[in-house]
């Protein structure tokens, strides 16, 4: 087998593409991906602990969070806030009723 070879490729410019009078990939059509499953997060608060504090938690320790209790909690999808509500349950669950949506 012999030692491969290394030669110079070209390579075309391309000029920068410019929007064409066509319609979007989607063009507004919410039906396309309307069943893609999303994952939103709802964030009650965070706490702060040492490590020596983590390693002591037990059962019935209770943690506490920067949040207050009327606070909003804040809906993230993919890392960004893009709502807030309130805290509420949902039969045996949480919720979180949506008082706020935010503008990109």
């Known amino acids: 087998m012999s030692d491969p070879v290394a030669r110079p490729i070209r390579v075309q410019d391309i000029a920068p593409s410019t929007p064409s009078a066509g319609a979007g990939l989607l063009d507004g059509r919410i039906d396309l991906i309307k069943d893609v499953k999303v994952k939103v ?3 009650l608060g965070l706490a702060e602990l040492s490590v020596k504090e983590l390693f ?3 059962p019935d320790s209770v943690l ?12 993230e999808l993919d890392g960004r806030v893009i709502a807030r509500g309130e805290l ?7 919720g979180v009723r949506i008082t706020e949506i935010l503008q990109p």
Not at 88 to 94: G, H, K, L, N
């Open 64 to 75: 506490t969070l920067d949040a207050r209790i009327d606070d909003l909690i804040e809906v």
């Open 88 to 94: 509420i349950a949902v039969d045996d669950c949480f």
């Open 56 to 58: 002591e938690l037990k």
């Open 41 to 43: 997060r709802a964030n």
